[in-house]
């Protein structure tokens, strides 16, 4: 129910912008954002929109990394810019809703951003 879209290969200093829709229906979303993964490591949190407007992101990406949501909309993005080699790695969008007794999470396909160096 998560739809991602860009990413791609990109030059070390380089930009790239990913966006994600919800498509059909999730109730009671309090925060979207995006997670990567690259090989060999665990899927690590990227940035977070959450519906208060609080936006948090994870300390290798400030400063170079923007996200944008759209809460009423069910959008994100991800604006990624001078990017580094070790960004490179799978980016997954993520929508985290309430649930009774708690939350839980939709997960998108995941999407490949390789930087060269």
């Known amino acids: 129910q998560l739809q991602a879209c860009g990413g791609g290969v990109v030059q070390a200093g380089g930009s790239l912008s990913l966006s994600c829709t919800v498509s059909g229906t999730i109730e009671k979303i309090f925060a979207m954002g995006w997670y990567r993964q690259a090989p060999g490591n665990e899927r690590e949190r990227v940035a977070l929109v959450y519906t208060t407007g609080l936006t948090e992101y994870a300390d290798p990406v400030k400063g170079r990394f923007t996200a944008s949501g759209d809460t009423a909309k069910n959008t994100v993005g991800l604006q990624m810019n001078n990017l580094k080699p070790e960004d490179t790695a799978v980016y997954f969008c993520?929508?985290?809703?309430?649930?009774?007794?708690?939350?839980?999470?939709?997960w998108g396909q995941g999407t490949l951003v390789t930087v060269s160096s």
């Open positions: 993520n929508a985290a809703h309430f649930v009774a007794g708690g939350y839980e999470h939709f």
